[in-house]
């Protein structure tokens, strides 16, 4: 937790023994940051490769699917 602190990723209050940790970010800055951070990390920045691992991990709805598919045609108009 003090290395997230150290970043900013968190805010400690330390007025008690216990600290007291709340995050720093909005909850959607945060997964973007995280899902960056995974795909340079462990698919050296490929999209594709994160996409077929998580597709190929476990079972995917249809409707799971076709919320992806609506994604991807929204990033690649430019409006998310």
Known sequence: MQIMAAKGL????EK???HVYAAARPRE?????????????????SASRLM???LSAGKTS???LA?????????ERGTP
Do not use: I, N, P
């Not at 945060?30 to 795909?39: I, Q, V």
């Open 62 to 64: 249809k409707k799971e």
């Open 10 to 13: 968190v805010s400690r209050d």
């Open 52 to 54: 077929v691992g998580a």
């Open 16 to 18: 008690q023994r216990a």
């Open 29 to 45: 800055w945060m997964e973007r940051y995280l899902a960056g951070d995974f795909l340079r990390r462990a698919f050296d920045g």
């Open 67 to 75: 919320e992806m598919r609506k994604l991807l045609d929204e990033y």
